[in-house]
Each structure stands twice: as structure tokens, then as C-alpha cells.
């Protein structure tokens, strides 16, 4: 089976050697060029490993581009998977290779479809969640599933650790779905659109924490948009600190102070006040000073 695949992170990295491994080698690579790295936090150089495999490399910016298109109908694919690529896959894409298109998406479709969603299953409180392999069409991770594996949510799910489960599930799956798709009858299960939500684009400026908001929230945004993703990070004395990793204080209550603000200095940190008058305890920040903890200032709820 010939096969064309397209992805420029690190999520794509894990497919695309899942596949050279189990002996299904693209036909073409296609992928973002080296010096455009810098449009995702998480890029990573594929064509080094499709080059390795004897795969042809094909760059863009522009996946429905004619010259995209005519590289691909080159190689005579039978399947094509797009995996970790933003951009929405026209028909005459989709058309080129003879058994269809398959993308990944880190959600239990039609549930979380769109953007940002490893960010937002933390954010939203999600219990549940799923890997989803499924057959593109003409809307937004709105095709038949082809595969997909559901898994718990973690009550300190971190975008790190949800993402590791995620590209875990991806590097078993991609080698199942093409072997589904060799069978001639692979599964093509119709979504249940009436139960779809849909995530917005996150921009690393939607990390700024809102200390009005409960201890339990603010714990949810650090944990979700911690790495891979840009982080949560507040204003403290007109600079900008970013909070890698926090807890829930015990005995919270005994503070009394300004939203926002330090209440004291902790054996690992420093403890902040919420709007819910719970506390949180933050274990690891980072600033470009390299400041010491905050004393018993304020942190400021705008950026500046």
C-alpha cells in the first residue's frame, strides 16, 4: 500500500515512525520547512526521519497548493494520513489518494472537536477522553471514526503527560489503521453530529492567570497549559512570571488577604491567594531575572 503523509510536530514524528517501523515507509513526506519552526511550540523535523526511511519530501505551507496536489497524484497513493497539520484539507486533496484521507484528533469525537484540545480537556475537567483516528471530510473533525481508544483523565492530568497518552495511543493505532484499511472494509462509523462541542484556538497569551478564579481552576490552567504549550504565567512588579507547577494549600483558610496576593513563602514556594479564598502553592516558576519568590506583594491581573 502506498501511502502519503503529511504533519510537522512531534505527534507526527511518533506516526511517521510507527509507520517506517512496522514496514509501511510513505511513498512522500509532506511537511512545514525547517525555518518555519517557530508557528508550533511542539514543530518537529520530519522530513529527516522520512529522508532516512527513502521516503520523497515534499515542503509547504499551503497543503491544498496545485504543486502539493501534483507531488502527490506523482506517487499513486492509495492512503494518505494527516497527522498533527492545522490546516483543513480540501476535496481535491482528499480525492487524490484512492482509499481516502485519515486525521488524528486528541478527543473522543465527535466530543472537543476543533483547537487547543489537549488544553482545554484539563481546563474544562474533563473525566474522559479518547484517541480518535477518523476519515476527513469536508467539515472539522466531523468524518466517520475509523479507530478510536478511550482512556481516563487524570486528576493531575498535565498537558505533558495527556499529550504523552495521546502520541502513546497515536504510534499503535496508525499501524492498526492501516491494517484495517488494507482489509478493503475498514470501519467507517458516522459521528453523532448532535452531541459534537467545538474548542477555540488558544493563543499563549489566554496562560495569563485570573486570580478572581477558584484555587481549583487556577490549578487546572497551569496544568493545562504547561509544556509542551507556552505556560500560565501572571504579572508580579512589571514582570512577567510564568508558573510551571502548583498545588492546592492546606489550611487555606487562615489567610486573609487581597486576591491575588503572596501570603507567604512555603518550603518549596510561595502561596497565593484565590478568588475562592483557597490558596494555591506554587512549587515551580520561572522569570527572565531569575527572580527569588515574591514577597507579600500582589500579583497583577492584567498583562501589562
Known sequence: MRIVFVGAVESSKIALEALVKTGRAPA???????????????????AVVGRTAGCA????????????????????????????????CRQPFRDVARLGTIGFHPAALPHLRGRAVIPWTIIRDEHETGSTLFWLDEGIDSGPILL??????????TAGSLYAKHTTNLS??????ATLVETDNPPRIEQDHGQASYCAKRTAE?????????????????RAVGAPYPGAFSIYAGER???????QFENSGRFIGLVGQVQCHSKRGFVVLC?????????AWASPTGRRPPVHGKFDRHAP
Open 172 to 177: 499503535e493505532m496508525v499501524a492498526e489503521a
Open 206 to 222: 489566554d496562560g495569563l492567570i485570573d486570580w478572581n478564579a477558584s484555587a481549583g481552576s487556577v490549578l487546572r490552567l497551569i
Open 148 to 157: 478510536q481508544r478511550l482512556f481516563t483523565v487524570a486528576d493531575d492530568e
Open 275 to 283: 478568588g475562592d479564598g483557597e490558596c494555591i502553592d506554587v512549587l
Open 57 to 88: 519530501v515534499c515542503y509547504t505551507t499551503d497543503i491544498n497548493h496545485p504543486v502539493v496536489l501534483e507531488a502527490m497524484a506523482s506517487v499513486e497513493p492509495d492512503l494518505t494520513f494527516v497527522i498533527g497539520w492545522s490546516q483543513v
Open 28 to 46: 512522500l513526506v509532506i511537511t512545514l520547512p525547517p525555518e518555519l519552526a517557530g508557528r508550533h511550540s511542539d514543530y518537529a523535523d520530519v
Open 241 to 247: 512570571i510564568r508558573i510551571d507547577a502548583a498545588v
